[in-house]
């Protein structure tokens, strides 16, 4: 139980273009989804919060318009990287809180690479 | 501020031996602690997870931890280490903030079993 997927699990796109990055909880439904960066041999810095049905809260630092978060279902949050640039190249991961107890279940990553 | 420390960049054991992986945290109440494993390339599994009750709990893959409030420590431990068991090994801290709950990371622990 508690399974949460990332599709697609690698991109490779073009400076200047967007790309979009699923995070499903597979068998239970997540009002709250966070989104992390994974620089490489380091570890996860949060980026924001993904609420169901409401605007994401950013970390201090992170670009809102850049990173566009959007939770429309319990099961799904999308992240978008718009106008990418080489420096955004990384592996995202995100996540979704088991409610009840607030565990948050990972998804397997998806490694961006802008060139 | 809330913060986790593993003191230990990278451990290297004999494939059967025990481990012992440390964990430090800083926080004023009791915090939800958690040990995540990341093979390379991939997200993040749950090992185990320490809420309240019994300080020694048991996870995935014949690993356990115990919680010690005088210490403020949460190590993670094993037996008797296979080869599979090579990985990265973050414990975390879980706690609300921003009228959400968060995750604070420590840098992680990279385990090298040597056959």
């Known amino acids: 139980g508690a399974v949460v997927s990332q599709h697609p699990s690698w991109v490779i796109c073009k400076s200047g273009t967007s790309v979009k990055i699923e995070c499903r909880s597979l068998?239970?439904?997540?009002?709250?989804m966070f989104w992390y960066r994974q620089f490489p041999k380091k570890s996860l810095m949060l980026m924001a919060t993904?609420?169901?049905?409401?605007?994401?809260?950013?970390e201090q630092g992170v670009e809102k318009d850049k990173f566009l978060i959007n939770h429309a279902s319990l099961t799904l949050s999308t992240l978008t990287v718009t106008s990418a640039h080489p420096e955004d190249s990384s592996f995202y991961i995100c996540?979704?809180?088991?409610?009840?107890?607030?565990?948050?279940?990972f998804g397997p990553g998806t490694r961006l690479l802008v060139l | 501020a809330q913060s986790v420390t593993q003191p230990d960049i990278h451990i290297t054991v004999s494939e059967g031996a025990s481990l012992e992986l440390r964990c430090n945290y800083s926080y004023g109440a009791t915090p939800y602690l958690f040990w995540y494993v990341q093979s390379p390339g991939q997200g993040l599994q749950l090992l185990l997870k320490y809420f309240s009750g019994d300080t020694l709990v048991q996870g995935i893959k014949g690993f356990e931890a115990e919680f010690k409030r005088s210490q403020s420590s949460f190590n993670l431990r094993k037996p008797s280490v296979h080869w599979s068991d090579a990985a990265e090994y973050f414990c975390a801290v879980g706690n609300w903030m921003d009228s959400s709950y968060k995750l604070i990371f420590g840098s992680g622990t990279r385990l090298l079993v040597r056959p």
């Open positions: 996540s979704a809180v088991l409610s009840g107890d607030g565990t948050q279940y």
């Open positions: 068998d239970f439904q997540a009002t709250t």
């Open positions: 993904s609420n169901e049905g409401s605007k994401a809260t950013y």
